[in-house]
């Protein structure tokens, strides 16, 4: 894969992607392109965007166990397995593929989104 490519998998360059939510959130009009671009931003070691896209109510306040599960994280790949958005709520299935102490793992998510204040908003997991 080109490095310039954006992570989520999309095949557009990272800067007309995923790189262009995490400057301005509101450019996501879906749940699956926020969740697209919080991926990106675990591949780009982004907290800040992972945590500012996180809805106030839900958002944890220790950040330290999020940032030191990224750091022992490479990601490889994200598979959406389905995305369904209904009004103002949006539901988004995904396995996202990483490498964490030389083993290959997967992170299997059934993400909950919320559209609120002109922009959507990653609210919690159901799985």
Request: hydrophobic fraction near 35%.
């Amino acid at each position: 894969m080109k490095k310039n490519l954006c992570p989520c998998g999309s095949n557009l360059k990272a800067k007309d992607c995923c790189a262009a939510v995490h400057l301005n959130p509101k450019l996501a009009r879906h749940p699956e392109q926020l969740m697209r671009a919080r991926y990106s931003a675990h591949a780009m070691n982004n907290l800040n965007f992972i945590m500012a896209s996180w809805h106030p109510t839900t958002r944890p306040q220790d950040t330290g166990p999020i940032q030191q599960w990224n750091d022992e994280c490479t990601w490889l790949a994200l598979n959406v397995a389905q995305s369904r958005k209904l009004g103002s709520k949006g539901v988004v299935e995904f396995v996202a593929l990483y490498r964490q102490a030389g083993q290959l793992k997967q992170h299997h998510e059934v993400a909950n989104f919320k559209f609120e204040k002109g922009q959507w908003w990653y609210l919690d997991r159901s799985d």
